[in-house]
């Protein structure tokens, strides 16, 4: 993992209004909310991606998987001194 490039993935989540009551004429739209996440691509698979926070050749920490269905486009960032 320490030859990892980190990558910046935006990608497309669900929206929910909570537990309040609405009028069904008179709300908004609840549109999907477009997210940003920081990370290195720790595994992948057809329908997904999973990502670090951080780690090294035998640990990560803080895995979190989006499904390529919702990603908009990844990004590889660039780090000073490599």
């Given amino acids: 993992m320490t030859k990892d490039k980190p990558v910046l993935v935006t990608w497309i989540d ?3 209004s909570g537990h309040l009551w609405e009028s069904r ?3 908004a739209p609840l549109l999907p909310a477009e997210c940003e996440s920081v990370g290195f691509i720790v595994d992948r698979a057809d ?5 670090s926070s951080a ?4 640990e990560v ?3 979190f998987t ?5 990603i908009k486009r990844i990004r590889r960032l ?3 001194g490599r």
């Fill in 47 to 51: 329908d997904y991606i999973t990502l």
């Fill in 25 to 27: 004429r008179h709300s």
């Fill in 14 to 16: 669900s929206c929910g």
């Fill in 66 to 70: 989006i499904p390529k269905a919702c």
């Fill in 55 to 58: 780690g090294n050749d035998s």
């Fill in 61 to 63: 920490l803080s895995r």
């Fill in 78 to 80: 660039h780090t000073a």
